[in-house]
Every structure is written in C-alpha cells, then in structure tokens.
C-alpha cells in the first residue's frame, strides 16, 4: 500500500511529461486513489497493529503463567540461587520485551522487508542496469551492521548479567534496609549497591559508545539509494540510451526504498537481544524440576518413613543415610545442635528439593509420586518465617482453606489464639498486614499462621518451632496454638526447646547431618549422651532464663 502513492504521482509525472492530454477528471482519481491508499494504509496499520498487540499480550501472560508454573516445580535451593532480581528481570523486564517483537517488529518489520524487495524487483524489471545500481548503497550500509551485530552477539551476556547482578543488588539492599541502619552499615551497603549500579552503567555506555560509530556509517549511508544510480543513471539518459520515464521511475522507486530499508536495519540489533532473551527464558523454562507425579494417588495412612535418605544442597551432605518412622497421629520431635540439619529433614519431607540417595514415603509411596499439590493437600508446614501477603488478615487466614466460611476462619483465629488482637484491631480482619506482615509483631505473625495451618486441617502437622518469640506472653500462647493445631495429627516438630516435646512418642537425635539416636525423651536421657548433654544445656537456659526475671523484678 505504501508504494502506491509512488506508482500514482510517478504516472502523473509522465502524463505531464508526454504531455498528454489530462484531463481534471483523471486529476481527481488520482489525487484520490493517492489519499485513499495512504488512508487505507494507515488504517490496515491501525488493525494490524491492534491484532498483533492482542496477541502480543495474550502470549505475554500465557507465558507469566507458564513461568510461575514452572516455578513452583523448581526446587527450592534453585529459586534462591537464582535470586529475586533475576526472577523480577525474567518475569518483568525479558517478558515486556518480547511484546515489542510481537507486537511491533512482526507487524511494522515484515512491510520493511517486503517493500525494499518489491521496490528492487521493480527496479530490475524496469532496467537491470538500474537495478544492480541502485542496490549500491546496501553493502556500504551493511558492512558496519555486521561488525555491530558480530560485537552485539558477544557482549549480551555480559549485558544481561551486569543487569542482572544490578537488580539483585538494588532488592537486597532495600530488604535489608533495617539492618543497614540497625548496624550504621549505609556508607558501605551504599557504596555496593552504587557500584553494581554503575558497573550496569559503565558497561551499557561503552557498549553504546562502540555500537554508536557503526550505527552512524550505516544509518547515513544505506538510505542514499541514488548514490550511484543518480550520476550514472543521468550520463546514461543523456545518451540517449534511457527513456525519460524509465528515468523517473526508477528515480522514484530507489528514493522510496531508503526509509524501509533503515527502518528494516533499526529492528536487527533488537533481534539479537530479543533472541539472546527468548533463550535465556527457554533456559529457565527448561530449569531443574522436582520430579513429581500427576495422578491423584488415594492415601489411606498417613505414616511416613524416611529410608536411607542422603541429601546434598551443593557439593557437602548435609543429611547422612538417615531412616526413621513417623507413625500415623503421634508426635515425633528432631532436636539437635544449630546445623546438624532438623529444618533440612522438615524440607526435604514437603519436597522443597529431591533427594540424591534413598526415599521418603507417605503410606508406603515414595513422595515424588504425587505431584507437589496433591502431597501439600495432605501436609501444613509451620515454618518459622512463614510469609504474609500484603492483604487483609483475613485473606491471609483463608490460604489455609480458600472455601472457608467467616465463621470458619473467625473459629481457626480463636483456636489460635490471636482473634482478640485481631478484633482489637481498628479494620479488625479486614486490617492490611503490609509488606510480609511487617504492621504485626512476630509472635502475631506467627498465630496467624498457626490459624492458616488449623484451617487447612490437614492430617499431617510439621512445625519449626519458633525461637524468636519466646518472651513468656507470647509463648504461652504459641503452644496453646500449637496443642490445638496438632490434636488427632501425624505431627513432626523441630524443636528448639526440650521442655516443648519431653510427651513426644519419638524423638530423634540429629548429629551433623546423622541420626545418632531415637526414642523418648525417658529412654534417651538413659542411653544417649548427646541428648542428655542438649537437655542440661536446656534446662541450664531455663535456669538462667528464670533467674534473670527475678533479678529483674528484685
Ligand atoms: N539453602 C541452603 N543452601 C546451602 N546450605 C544450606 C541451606 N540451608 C541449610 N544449609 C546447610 O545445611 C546444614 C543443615 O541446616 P539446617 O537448617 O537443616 O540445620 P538446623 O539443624 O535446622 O539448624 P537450626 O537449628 O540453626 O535451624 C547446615 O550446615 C546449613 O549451613
């Protein structure tokens, strides 16, 4: 449509030039059918530009939600790894730039290259000659592209980790804004994150400053279409060997082809990026996954048994061969020095990672049969940093059970002993906890998710017991939760406190990753030296806990 207007005016050129009788009528169709295929090509732009952005932003979010999909199956360890600036610059910045290749350069890049072509074949069919001299200015245009494009393809990567270190820098630093002025660390915390910023900076520039010189020689020199053509083209017609019309024609066309073959060069060095994206984003696509079934597997017992499991985050096993039973509604507890690997145990059995020797079951399958939601619909894990969502307490309660009634909820809040805050509260359960529940106390983030934990109502109860909260009123309150939580449950505690599980029907003794012992709390003050060892360091704690307080209120 946008060589039209050209054919048209071309025509008219000639008629006046031939002299031929024109007529207004003729005038007017022309100037006419000139408006009309600009208006038409302005409207077929429009549309295509309006399907290709449905498009684009339809493929967009099909791929936000295949990303997070993926997400979910990765382990753990990779996630964090792999860093929250780099997820962001993944999720965020690499999926937008792929609207601009589906949405801009498919609809608005696939007419630069079709009437460059169009206009050459023009050329060669009106005279070879012309043609081959009005290719002219293209090898002058694309010598310096392809040293830019050679320099482009090797420096991305740097690019994008420069980028990507700089994201990373830019969210730790301001998670960790509080400690930074805790500890008075903003002069170097500062200095790092500046840094990584200009590091990004520096590189982007250089780059730029190198890509600049070449983008100068090929944007001045590829539109000059008639650089040869014109002076050979004339010493041609004055021979007399060229007709006038073929003259202008060619003319005409070769100045036409100038804007769409730059246009066309523009697009190339984002081809590269978007390329060097959509591949970095198949990467993550394709990342580790936890092996997991997809069929609905029935449970019948909920006992669970760890055989000879072997567990590695990087190179050093951090689990050695441990194998123990957690028999269907009693209470196993994991005590053991800091590091000696208890959390890891509680991870490894709600498959935040696989395992590298051995296997975990649940009612006798091993747990990479079920697929991760199947197995979470059996088990709540009460962490010790579970996360709040910046919503309402409410919706923060209603993730343990999203078909749950108010009543329900209100009732799980009671069981965990924090409705009374809550309605105390001036928006009651309609409160905004903030940014990871930053507007709570630690002990009533965590009451609320021992409430999101009672909702779910799940058959089999893991809790990290807490440690951070322990000043009496909130404890006390905590393991009134707790007890209620637990009641009729297969329960695994990790507990850091020994007087909390001495009822417990098992417990097991880790030891720099091994199981250096299990049975109660009687047996194992008996016949293990280690346990014995951790429950006078306990009870010297407490000791010293209680005399403290009464020196306090001496
Ligand atoms: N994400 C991780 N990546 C690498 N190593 C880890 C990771 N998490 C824990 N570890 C290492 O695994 C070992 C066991 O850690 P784990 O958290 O299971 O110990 P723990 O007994 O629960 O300690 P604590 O009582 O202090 O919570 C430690 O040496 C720890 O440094």
């Not at 060589?3 to 169709?29: A, H, W």
């Not at 307490?393 to 909820?409: F, L, Q, R, S």
């Not at 906890?433 to 089999?460: C, E, F, H, W, Y």
């Amino acid at each position: 449509m946008g060589v039209i207007p050209f054919l048209l005016t071309y025509d008219i050129i000639i008629k006046f030039i031939e002299k031929s009788s024109i007529g207004i009528n003729y005038l007017l169709i022309m100037s006419g059918g000139i408006i009309l295929s600009l208006f038409l090509k302005g409207y077929l732009y429009f549309q295509g530009l309006n399907a290709s952005h449905e498009a684009a932003f339809d493929t967009l979010m099909g791929m936000r939600i295949k990303f997070v999909e993926k997400m979910r199956k990765a382990p753990l360890g990779e996630i964090n790894a792999k860093g929250v600036g780099s997820y962001k610059k993944n999720l965020i910045d690499d999926i937008d730039s792929v609207e601009t290749l589906l949405a801009h350069m498919i609809p608005e890049g696939i007419p630069f290259v079709i009437v460059p072509i169009l206009i050459y074949t023009m050329i060669f069919v009106t005279d070879w000659r012309l043609g081959l001299l009005s290719l002219g200015s293209i090898p002058f245009g694309f010598i310096p592209m392809m040293f830019m494009m050679k320099n482009g393809t090797k420096k991305m990567p740097m690019y994008y980790k420069s980028a990507e270190d700089m994201n990373n820098t830019i969210i730790e630093y301001i998670n960790g804004m509080e400690v930074i002025k805790i500890f008075g660390r903003t002069t170097d915390s500062y200095k790092r994150y500046k840094d990584s910023v200009e590091g990004y900076r520096d590189f982007t520039l250089d780059w730029f400053r190198e890509s600049w010189t070449y983008m100068a020689m090929y944007t001045a020199v590829l539109p000059c279409t008639i650089l040869l053509l014109l002076p050979v083209e004339l010493n041609v017609y004055l021979n007399g060997t060229l007709e006038l019309s073929k003259f202008i024609f060619s003319l005409m066309l070769s100045m036409s082809a100038g804007v769409p073959l730059t246009r066309m060069l523009d697009f190339a060095p984002t081809v590269i990026q978007l390329t060097y994206k959509i591949d970095q984003l198949e990467k993550t696509f394709e990342g580790v996954q936890l092996k997991e079934g997809n069929e609905s597997i029935a449970i019948k017992k909920h006992t669970i048994e760890f055989k000879n499991v072997t567990f590695a985050y990087e190179e050093e096993d951090v689990i050695k061969d441990v194998s123990f039973k957690l028999r269907q509604n009693t209470l196993t507890a994991i005590v053991g020095e800091s590091g000696s690997g208890k959390s890891t145990l509680a991870k490894l059995l709600v498959h935040f990672w696989d395992i590298q020797k051995g296997e975990i079951t649940l009612d006798g399958k091993n747990i990479n049969k079920f697929s991760v939601t199947d197995l979470m619909n059996e088990i709540s894990y009460v962490s010790q940093d579970n996360f709040l969502f910046n919503t309402s307490i409410m919706e923060n309660i209603k993730i343990g059970n999203p078909k749950a009634t108010e009543e329900e909820i209100k009732e799980a809040a009671k069981l965990a002993q924090c409705h009374d805050f809550i309605v105390e509260m001036e928006e009651g359960y309609n409160t905004i906890v903030g940014d990871s529940g930053d507007k709570l106390s630690g002990g009533q983030k965590q009451r609320i998710t021992i409430a999101r934990a009672i909702l779910k109502n799940s058959p089999i109860i893991i809790m990290d017991e807490a440690t951070a909260f322990t000043d009496p009123e909130n404890e006390d309150k905590i393991q009134a939760a707790l007890s209620k939580l637990i009641v009729g449950k297969t329960v695994l505690v990790i507990a850091h406190r020994l007087s909390t599980i001495v009822d417990a029907d098992n417990i097991i003794v880790m030891d720099n990753g091994e199981l250096i012992a299990q049975g109660t709390h009687k047996e194992l003050l008996e016949k293990n030296h280690k346990y014995k060892t951790l429950w006078e360091s306990h009870m010297k704690s407490m000791d010293w806990g209680i005399q403290v307080e009464e020196e306090e209120y001496a």
